[in-house]
């Protein structure tokens, strides 16, 4: 039986799109419109984020808010590496995708011999970097600095000295350079990416599932074959961003795209590698409720979240 930790980080400074840092409490709300303890039943911690950059002028317009950002990797990292180091599962429930990076920082540096896979269930790959991203969010930069990419082949801008440094001081948080090979990442329902991300994943062989593979094959194949490819792994993060579910039901986030996963089709598939005793965090990211109908897609992510760390419990 794990000890599960809930990790907060209502961060949105990666986003394009205002709002994700509400799409905690959205979930905790729907947590009491199902009647559900759930929050009353773990220890959690909440980081200090840096949401305030917002209101101030953008300084590097290629990886926009990236002092704030170094500050959230830190101590997101370092919550993480506590949790871990403290016998705890930790349990990341954050507001955009950009922090995810400080989790596997965290990982890492908790288990530094560790080989660590990593299972990204999103519609977008999160491959880009200053040199070639479209629109400087540092939500589709996350992946890139876990795999330590800066991508220059396909570079779009200069930038200046003092981005290259802090993108480097990214890369190279704990000490630990590169988190993750790329040979050990998974994308789930990747279905909107640049030629950019098209030429890491190709240059690197990343694995790529779509959806209609988990439609045709079903959850439990699927998984299974995940687990398989990454069975060199001595540990396994997941990071579950909630647009790789359909833009039907994905309204309430950021970046909705068509033929995504269905409901059932991604609580099946998480809940299925909760089960691997390898799992060692799971991560839920960019509900955005002021996009949102009547908080659906916080009741969502919120029975994903349930039923998956009832399953971790059960393990």
Not at 221 to 232: C, E, F, G, I, T
């Amino acid at each position: 039986m794990k000890n599960i930790k809930l990790i907060e980080v209502p961060s949105e400074i990666g986003a394009g799109t205002r709002g994700a840092s509400l799409g905690i409490d959205a979930i905790k709300i729907a947590a009491l419109d199902f009647m559900s303890n759930f929050f009353v039943h773990f220890p959690s911690e909440k980081i200090e984020v840096e949401n305030q950059l917002l209101f101030e002028p953008i300084q590097s317009p290629y990886a926009k808010r990236i002092i704030g950002m170094i500050n959230i990797y830190e101590r997101v990292s370092k919550a993480v590496n506590n949790c871990i180091k403290g016998h705890f599962f930790p349990v990341v429930l954050s507001g955009d995708h950009a922090t995810a990076g400080g989790t596997i920082a965290g990982i890492k540096m908790a288990k530094p011999k560790s080989k660590l896979g990593v299972i990204w269930i999103d519609a977008h790959a999160d491959l880009h970097t200053p040199y070639t991203t479209p629109s400087g969010n540092m939500h589709g930069m996350s992946l890139a600095t876990a795999i330590g990419e800066d991508n220059e082949e396909m570079k779009v801008h200069e930038l200046d000295e003092k981005t290259t440094s802090q993108w480097d001081q990214l890369k190279n948080l704990g000490k630990i350079f590169p988190k993750v090979l790329p040979e050990d990442v998974v994308i789930i329902s990747l279905r909107d990416y640049e030629k950019e991300e098209r030429s890491l994943i190709e240059k690197h062989g990343i694995k790529v599932i779509t959806t209609s593979e988990v439609r045709r094959n079903g959850p439990e194949s699927v998984s299974r074959k995940v687990l398989r490819y990454l069975s060199d792994c001595t540990d396994i993060y997941v990071s579950f961003d909630v647009d790789s579910l359909d833009s039907s039901i994905s309204k309430g986030t950021g970046t909705p795209v068509s033929n995504g996963l269905k409901e059932r089709e991604a609580e099946d598939l998480i809940s299925k590698f909760m089960q691997n005793r390898k799992i060692c965090c799971f991560e839920i990211t960019e509900v955005n409720p002021t996009l949102d109908k009547e908080n659906l897609m916080a009741e969502i992510a919120f029975n994903i979240l349930q039923r998956s760390v009832n399953v971790l419990m059960m393990n």
